[in-house]
């Protein structure tokens, strides 16, 4: 009796192990521990993720996902690590602005011929879309979403000082009116006008590059020339800096801090992603919680043209992945891809046309109020050194409005370095 | 039958055998290790296209070497007075301390040696029109070294006292003790993850605290004069443990007739403390000393979760920037050639030390 026992067991195991195919997945976006099966209800972007990925372990026949454990600070530096230890997770999640990096030294694979077979529908994707996982004409990944930076605004801090008109809240349209209304909300309420991650991850970096491309400049050409010293960048740091002069914004806060003040209902008004438009609508709900009147506005244009910063996510499979293995990963990726909608409810924008116009999507709470954004979605030219450059900036930054340093001296320290790294 | 077979191995054989597994894991995970970079350091190498092409590399000499360490235009001058004369004032006094006997051969020499690096290391600058080639590179040493010399006095001083206060055999001094070791046992993850709580200007203690005194909260780890001190007071904070063990060990050794002696001629307290625990420790004190400067040079996590280097790479340390070269840029052979650089400060160090420690009074 105990041997058919064990060779049943035994048999077992050689059957669900040769029928389920294991797929690792890499990702980051933080940890969700009991996000469970449903992807209609989750909230926030950890869960909501997790949640499409535990229904795809759960339906998908014969495919079975390990989350590998990841963190977002090194995520990266885990992938690259992975990759060159010849065990990278069979999918993982990147941003586009890496592709340059991945698809330029062949470690992901080129995945256009094999889309139609797991059911993708490449021509439901948005032009943009297309465009975002697109390298030397091949496609390199499966996108899930463009993320922008918006302004999350407080509409009880803006009417006490003001500043709303039909609902909606008065932005400025030009530094001076920044600083204006800035005063105005200070005078009047006697918190601050503006917050945002300054100090540490690169918000006040994504902030400046976007009144700089309001001004049409850019941190370097096509053709690898540093561009950073220039009246351009000098306009649109000082459009900054002069909150921090004034008192009106303090630049020493991180993430965490700036977030919770916005959430205290101590500044009127917080510059960070569209991930967590799902979340504050939550918080603001929420009786405990200083903010009541949550809106979402568009990063507002101080200068000639709309712009602001934005990157887009997206699922690659390593180019040494083949075979059964492939196939069970591009089944994976085209799950997350029929889910389009439920990461959507992060505040991320679609990027499935059938999507964008459905009336799920455009019922989301607050989706009205920043659909401008799609339009103004901007980044840096690609680059292989894109985390480099990004660092680079955010320590010469940092270095203004945290450690006094002279404007022109930083812009034209950072323009040397960025352009050693474009030369490397 | 027993007796006649000479079956046992000489003990010169048993050594061998015995080190064998020691040295095969020693030979493979340190030695091969150390060569190897030093190899890679020698290569243009990029971590991904290496990875999937083995012949992606390209042999440099080097050229690592000079792109981190060197410049273009570098001159050699007064740039920085104040280390400089520092290092002029230790030279005279090593001279002073030569002639008149006053210290022992040896640890003039290492006074010496050390001085006359201060006199000539800080002298290079770029000059007309020059510039490093790589402007974050002797910055950053910079700021490692004064983690390393805040941090490794911090923790001797704050363990040594600890230990002498502690050093009672009674019940709740052996929980205290346990107590203190407890923070060592935690990972650096969590010790950053504690500390960042508690240097946070909204929810932190120390700016509840401050507040009660009227005082407005510190951003601790985003202000430019608080930085290095965050993240060397949570070093002091983890590594306080295993110094005030060997403390505690030291001061065990140490005979109690001394004392007994010493009382007699009204030496007690902080007088006994100066007089004979401290002379006692010297040994105890240099290899604490020598352990802590080795593992605060490779500082890293502390850095890396709780400031990120920064604000403007203020606490911008060595192994964060060799992590960022190798693994975010890709670029290993730049990364191996300051890994290269590190290996010989460290080495450095414990040579002078080593010397120091050896001397006889």
Wanted: with cysteine.
């Amino acid at each position: 009796m105990k041997h058919v026992l064990l060779t049943a067991a035994a048999a077992a195991t050689l059957a669900s192990g040769a029928l389920a195919q294991e797929v690792t997945l890499g990702r980051f976006f933080g940890a969700c521990e009991d996000a469970g099966t449903d992807t209609t209800s989750s909230v926030g972007e950890a869960c909501i993720i997790q949640s499409i990925i535990n229904a795809a372990d759960a339906e998908i026949d014969g495919v079975s996902i390990t989350t590998l454990p990841t963190d977002w600070g090194n995520y990266y530096d885990q992938i690259k690590a992975a990759f060159a230890g010849g065990t990278p997770p069979d999918i993982f999640v990147m941003h586009r602005h890496r592709i340059p990096e991945f698809a330029g030294l062949g470690a992901v694979a080129e995945i256009s011929g094999d889309l139609e077979a797991v059911g993708i529908d490449a021509s439901d994707w948005s032009a943009t879309a297309l465009d975002a996982v697109s390298f030397n004409g091949g496609i390199y990944g499966v996108p899930m979403d463009f993320h922008a930076n918006l302004w999350h605004v407080n509409m009880d801090l803006m009417a006490e000082a003001g500043l709303v008109e039909n609902g909606k809240p008065v932005l400025p349209s030009t530094p001076e009116e920044l600083i204006a209304h800035a005063q105005q909300l200070k005078d009047a309420t006697g918190k601050d006008y503006l917050a945002a991650d300054f100090a540490q991850f690169p918000l006040g970096v994504r902030t400046v590059l976007a009144l700089l491309w309001q001004q049409n400049g850019n941190i370097f050409t096509d053709d690898g020339t540093a561009t950073i010293n220039t009246n351009e960048a000098k306009n649109a740091v000082t459009a900054i800096t002069q909150l921090f002069d004034a008192g009106l914004a303090n630049p020493q806060l991180n993430y965490a801090d700036s977030q919770q003040a916005f959430l205290n209902g101590e500044s009127a008004i917080l510059v960070n992603g569209t991930w967590v438009v799902d979340f504050y609508t939550a918080e603001a709900a929420k009786e405990e919680v200083g903010l009541d009147n949550y809106y979402v506005a568009d990063f507002p244009t101080l200068f000639d043209t709309g712009a602001t910063w934005a990157d887009s996510h997206m699922w690659a499979i390593p180019s040494t992945v083949d075979g059964e293995q492939k196939m069970a990963a591009l089944k994976v990726l085209a799950f997350i891809n029929d889910h389009n909608i439920d990461w959507a409810r992060t505040g991320h924008m679609a990027v499935r046309t059938s999507v964008v116009e459905s009336e799920a999507y455009t019922s989301l709470p607050h989706r009205d109020e920043y659909a401008g954004t799609a339009a103004i979605a901007k980044d840096t030219p690609p680059s292989e050194r894109y985390g480099a450059i990004q660092d680079v900036l955010n320590r010469e930054l940092q270095a203004i409005w945290l450690t006094g340093k002279d404007v022109e001296t930083a812009l034209a320290d950072a323009e040397l370095e960025v352009q050693d790294l474009l030369d490397r | 039958m027993r007796e006649g077979r000479k079956a046992y191995l000489s003990q010169t054989q048993a050594a061998w055998v015995l080190l064998t597994p020691f040295l095969a894991t020693y030979a493979l995970f340190l030695i091969y290790p150390f060569f190897r970079g030093i190899w890679i350091s020698l290569h243009d190498w990029n971590l991904l296209a290496v990875a999937f092409n083995p012949d992606a590399k390209e042999f440099v000499g080097l050229r690592n070497y000079e792109r981190v360490m060197w410049g273009r235009n570098i001159t050699w001058g007064f740039a920085s007075p104040v280390l400089q004369a520092l290092g002029l004032l230790g030279l005279v006094a090593a001279a002073y301390l030569l002639r008149t006997n006053r210290l022992g051969r040896l640890n003039v020499i290492a006074l010496a040696v050390v001085s006359a690096a201060l006199v000539f290391l800080p002298g290079f600058h770029p000059g007309e029109g020059g510039r490093w080639y790589d402007r974050r590179f002797w910055p950053t040493v910079g700021n490692t070294i004064l983690f390393v010399a805040w941090a490794v006095p911090g923790v001797t001083i704050s363990a040594m006292v600890l230990a002498a206060a502690l050093n009672r055999e009674t019940k709740a001094m052996g929980a205290l003790r346990t107590l203190f070791f407890l923070s060592q046992v935690l990972s650096v993850t969590v010790v950053t993850l504690i500390w960042q709580i508690m240097f946070s200007p909204r929810q932190g203690l120390i700016a509840n605290v401050m507040e009660v005194f009227g005082a407005s909260p510190i951003n601790w780890l985003t202000d430019e004069k608080f930085a290095m001190a965050a993240i060397v007071i949570a070093t002091v904070w983890w590594s306080l443990g295993i110094a005030m063990i060997l403390f505690l060990a030291g001061l065990q050794d140490i005979s109690k007739d001394i004392y007994e002696a010493a009382a007699l001629d009204n030496a007690k307290g902080i007088k006994a403390f100066w007089y004979i625990t401290l002379p006692n420790l010297r040994r105890t004190i240099t290899l604490v000393v020598v352990l802590q400067i080795i593992l605060h040079f490779q500082v890293f996590g502390q850095s890396h979760l709780m400031t990120q280097g920064g604000p403007n790479d203020t606490t911008q340390v060595l192994v964060r920037y060799i992590y960022q070269t190798g693994f975010r840029d890709s670029e290993l052979g730049r990364a191996s050639a300051m890994a290269v650089f590190l290996f010989l400060i460290m080495g450095l160090f414990s040579v002078v030390q080593f010397i120091v420690g050896r001397e006889k009074s």
